[in-house]
């Protein structure tokens, strides 16, 4: 089973993952850690896309696709991802069914981790120190948030088209929540 993880900064999506990759023996797939991991290493790419990665932007989709074939092309790892970061746009919607299809996979489940603004505001100042540019950042936060749902938008219409997708309700426990994914990879 191949699976996406799609929810806003402060969703709690990598402690999701982290519970999934583990109960049902997966590997995540993280194009953002694949990427600053090639920062980390000062390899030729690393050094192409760091200004790239500071300011925000998205990467090549060219670029990401090589970091993701190595994956999907290795026996090791066959029908045991999750994708998470990717895809970000419908180029790479595309190019990611394309790829899957080369190596004889599939995506079997979707799933968006759906948490309101409120609640995200919330987190941040219960977590944070408020004394200490707390509005600088929930203003931050808001704005990832915005950019994040707006951007997802047709990626998540195509897959809820495609009838894959599953929204998660992430505004409870931590434990209802894995066990609502859990029956869900369960039934598939
Ligand atoms: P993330 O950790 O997913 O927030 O990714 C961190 C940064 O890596 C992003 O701001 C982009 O610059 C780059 N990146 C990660 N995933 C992708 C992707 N699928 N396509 C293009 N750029 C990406």
Redesign the pocket.
């Known amino acids: 089973m191949n699976l996406i993880i799609f929810g806003p900064p402060g969703a709690g999506k990598g402690t999701q993952a982290d519970f999934i990759v583990k109960k049902f023996n997966l590997y995540q797939l ?4 694949l ?2 991991k090639e920062i980390r290493n000062n390899t030729n790419l690393g050094n192409r896309i760091s200004s ?2 500071s300011t ?4 090549s ?1 060219d670029i ?1 696709k090589k970091l993701v074939e190595i994956f999907i092309s290795d026996e090791k790892y066959k029908n045991r991802l999750i994708f ?5 746009n419908l180029t ?1 919607v595309e190019t990611l069914k394309n790829l899957l299809n080369k190596y004889e996979q599939k995506i079997d489940l979707v799933l968006k981790l759906s948490v309101s603004l409120e609640t995200i505001k919330k987190r941040i100042s219960e977590r944070q120190n408020l004394e200490k540019r707390a509005d600088d950042q929930e203003e931050t936060a808001i704005k990832r948030y915005k950019t994040y749902e707006k951007s997802t938008e047709p990626v998540i219409e195509y897959y809820k088209k495609l009838n894959i997708l599953k929204v998660i309700d992430g505004e409870r426990s931590i434990d209802q929540i894995n066990k609502e994914i859990s029956d869900i990879i369960n039934l598939i």
């Open positions: 993280s194009t953002g850690e990427l600053r790239i990665i925000g932007s998205l990467v989709d990401v998470d970061g990717y895809p970000r790479q």
